[in-house]
């Protein structure tokens, strides 16, 4: 039996590097022969993810309960997939996750972290939470905003506080201020040794007692 798959996923504000980082995962983990495949949510293909992508690109205007309720949906779309692929030996390392989907509808003030969290519960639970972080200068650096919905600092001094409040031992912080190639070499062995760790164990659930606290 090969075991299960890993699940896990890369985490952070809008800039500090995880799509790239993942796929340099990807590449890396398919080269050593460990079966993997690479999500990333919203999936703006799926039919939610095309309202999804109206609503960002401020082609459509909709209540903000019902914006988080499709990006929940859009990975609940995933969800059938997602465990058959991990419990058929395959690694997911997905991009953004039910993190991003608690930490940024919560920053628009009209819904709580909890609110927010109760469609997320039965989904699949990430084994390795990769939280990529950067301070404000190093940020600065980057090449800047585009023009979708939530790209502006003050909205997301408030999302980069309310990650601080969902993490639990499955989180790793790395400090992202790195050249790409060296920090995906300190993703990776965080990555490895995961893989083996879960191999022979069963796939976890978010609950609702993980949030009890919030
Ligand atoms: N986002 C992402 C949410 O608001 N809720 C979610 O559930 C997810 C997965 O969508 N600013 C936000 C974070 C981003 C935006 O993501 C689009 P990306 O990674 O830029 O395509
Ligand atoms: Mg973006």
Redesign the pocket.
Known sequence: MPGRGALIVLEGC?RVG??TQASKLLEKLQHRGIPTQLL???D?STSTGQI?NSY?TRKMDLPDKT??LL??A??WESEPQMKKLLNSGVTLIV????H???A??AAKNEMSIHWCYQPEIGLPKPDLVLFLTLNETAISKRSGFGD????NSEFLKKVASNFQRLKDDAWKIIDADKDIETLNKELLLHVEKVIESVKDTHLSYFDPIAMNNL
Do not use: A, M, Q, W
Request: net charge positive; hydrophobic share 25%.
């Open positions: 809008d995880k799509t990333k949510f919203p703006r999804i960002l914006v988080h990006f929940s859009n990975r991009d953004r996750y039910s991003s989907g608690v940024f509808s979708e919905r939530y790209e």
